[in-house]
């Protein structure tokens, strides 16, 4: 039994009240308390309860199908493979982050259900609002794939791609548990409550202008606001059994968060607990969370367990620690995988709230959007600026603040405009006389650093290359000035003096290093961003003066043009000769 706890580890990313992360990782533990069926659940609760009041820390979690031990009247699907409860006693913490050490490889992820399955139980959970058993429910589905290598190398990427404030690790040696949660069930500190449901989905725009349209359609959005409103309601009423009486507040409502690929609704409940409240009580009034079975709880839940195909088990139950100065933080685990070690199988839950209002459509899409994050292999990069500084004085330096400042909101980065400013004009002042292309960059932490380059001589008519292949413009990083560059540097010709770009539609787009400019008829054209193109500050400019226009350019006009040049703030016009075109 002590070989098998020492191959145990847990890692938690939780944010704390104040939005600071402090990483706890958890080794060694002195013992394991778990629950295989549902009259143990309460008792290794209350041993957990004896461990933290005997200045231990427990981590762990409760899988969905623990339910029933809080009410009986819970229904949930049988079959759970997974224990019911799992905790790990240990003695402290350490406070650092798990580090992954080798590769890892998954293969594609394949939906347990079906369209045409998904329909009909959409259909079911009309005919059962309908007939008012239902308000609301949350139906999931399961994503299954098999996976060898490091479960942490996952655990990072996933990470990386969701951004998330509540990501939480699990080893319990026969299952590994990777959460990338963005929703905190509760957090217990001081003898208060929060809890800060999340309900309400919108996916992420390409651009910072289709991106804030997305968000604004998610915030005023009926269908989602009466959803996120009918969880806080249930959550006030299941906060109500431990609260205070008249302590329950709402101090947020409807709040809009990013994530890398999605949008969501999140409002804040808080409460004031009644003296002596222990771990058993909380659960008890809020497990499982109301967020993830829908309204009412109980006649919804025996909905759940009747058009899933499969348990849920650790996916949408709670994942945490608490400590020995009774603070605990639970997420929910959504955007959760759960790996078995032993067969390599894979498994991540996914669903949304289903009202008298959605479409099987609608929501499949939705499904579509939070899994998404799963392909999504998003390295660390920062935001870049390249800017022209001419004897001291920079060309467009406002407009590319303005285009830093969009991207630094599209990815959450911190931006302090005159920080940058000032960073800049300090470079300037360093280099008076001369040409000089500087680049600033902004990174995740918001760390920025400006550094000053030479600009080589620009050959007479360079010859340019045309891709061989399209880019996707669904990607997100064609409209954003970064370093991930791995879109453009695929598509790269060595001895070529750039690569002119193409969509999947056969659209023009851009070159790898500045904007498409064509001369067709006398009039100077530019593709417009929707192709998929970064919106560079100098081919603005020249929009705006009305010295070039937009429309859309197909491959075919490559051969009506009479000049091509590519255009950027660094080297301005460039007129180029193109040396190929597609075959075929």
């Known amino acids: 039994m002590r070989n098998e706890c020492r191959q145990q580890v847990l890692s938690f990313e939780y944010a ?134 490091d479960e942490v190398a996952l655990f990072e990427r996933m990470k990386r791609a969701q951004a998330c404030s509540y990501s939480a690790y699990i080893n319990t040696g026969e299952h590994a548990v990777l959460s990338a949660s963005p929703e905190l069930f509760f957090r217990v500190k001081d003898g208060r409550i929060t809890a800060r449901p999340m309900k309400g989905t919108a996916k992420r725009g390409k651009t910072s202008e289709e991106d804030h349209s997305f968000a604004q359609w998610l915030a005023h959005s ?194 302090d405009r005159e920080s940058v400013s000032e960073k800049l004009e300090q470079m300037a002042d360093k280099q008076p006389e001369g040409h000089y292309k500087i680049r600033c960059l902004l990174g995740r932490d918001g760390l920025l650093s400006v550094e000053a380059q030479e600009i080589a001589a620009t050959p007479r008519l360079p010859e340019v290359t045309l891709a061989v292949r399209p880019v996707d413009r669904e990607d997100p990083f064609l409209y954003h000035k970064t370093t991930h560059r791995a879109v453009y540097e695929e598509h790269a010709v060595p001895g070529s003096f750039d690569v002119l770009l193409w969509n999947q539609d056969g659209k023009l787009t851009e070159f790898i290093n500045g904007n498409l400019v064509l001369e067709i008829g006398g009039r100077r054209w530019t593709p417009p961003v929707t192709a998929g193109l970064l919106a560079g500050t100098y081919r603005e400019a020249l929009l705006e003066q009305g010295i070039i226009r937009e429309r859309e350019l197909d491959l075919s006009d490559l051969e009506s043009s009479t000049r091509i040049w590519m255009i950027n703030s660094v080297r301005k016009w460039v007129e180029v000769r193109l040396v190929n075109k597609l075959e075929g």
């Open 222 to 415: 009926e269908k989602n606001r009466a959803e996120n409103v009918m969880i806080v309601d249930l959550l006030r009423n299941d906060l109500g059994r431990i609260a205070k009486t008249g302590s329950v507040k709402v101090p947020k409502l409807f709040e809009i968060e990013r994530y890398p690929t999605v949008h969501q609704m999140t409002s804040t409940v808080e409460a004031d607990l009644e003296a002596g409240t222990d771990l058993i009580d909380v659960f008890g009034a809020l497990f499982p969370c109301g967020s993830i079975t829908g309204a009412p709880k109980v006649s919804t839940m025996d909905l759940i367990s009747t058009i899933e195909q499969a348990p849920r088990e650790v996916y949408c139950g709670a994942i945490g620690f608490i400590t020995p100065e009774r603070e605990a933080v639970f997420n929910v685990p959504i955007r959760t995988v759960v790996i078995d070690r032993a067969s390599g199988n894979a498994t991540y839950g996914v669903g949304g709230g289903i009202t008298w209002d959605s479409t099987s459509e609608e929501e499949y899409g939705e499904i579509l959007a939070k899994s998404s994050f799963l392909e999504l292999d998003r390295p660390e990069f920062s935001l870049l600026e390249s800017l022209l500084l001419e004897d001291g004085c920079y060309f467009l330096k406002e407009a590319h603040l303005d285009r830093m400042s969009r991207s630094a909101r599209y990815f959450g980065f911190p931006f």
């Open 16 to 149: 704390s009240a104040d939005g600071t992360v402090v990483p706890h990782t958890f080794r060694n533990p002195v013992k394991v308390i778990r629950a295989e069926q549902i009259n143990d659940v309460i008792p290794a609760l209350r041993s957990v309860q004896e461990a933290v009041d005997a200045g231990l820390y427990a981590a762990g979690f409760l899988s969905y199908e623990a339910a029933p031990a809080f009410d009986p009247a819970y229904r949930v699907k049988e079959g759970h493979s997974m224990p019911l409860l799992w905790f790990g006693i240990f003695a402290e913490p350490e406070y650092s982050t798990l580090r992954s050490s080798g590769p890892f490889a998954v293969s594609d992820w394949k939906p347990d259900t079906g369209e045409q399955a998904y329909r009909e139980a959409i259909g079911t959970i009309k005919q059962a609002i309908e007939s008012g058993e239902t308000y609301q429910t949350n139906y999931t589905i399961r994503l299954l794939s098999q996976f060898r290598g």
